[in-house]
């Protein structure tokens, strides 16, 4: 469950599994369409959520 914030009609609201359209896989990471209760659709961003740092430079490897 996620809480967000409908940008069209202003007003925040719980998206569950059945409230996403499409998930999607991009360069920048996974990104999902989820609808609000009146309809409209509305942008995730799952990677900034989940991982909101994730450098190449922070691995460190014991040698
Ligand atoms: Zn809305």
Redesign the pocket.
């Known amino acids: 469950m996620f809480d967000l914030h409908?940008?069209?009609?202003?007003?925040a609201?719980v998206a569950g599994p059945s409230s996403f359209a499409s998930l999607h896989h991009t360069t920048d990471g996974l990104i999902g369409y989820a609808r609000?209760?009146?309809?409209?659709v509305?942008v995730v961003n799952f990677h900034v959520r989940v991982h909101p740092v994730e450098a190449e430079g922070s691995r460190v490897t014991a040698a």
């Open positions: 409908c940008r069209t009609c202003d007003q609201f609000c209760p009146t309809g409209h509305n």
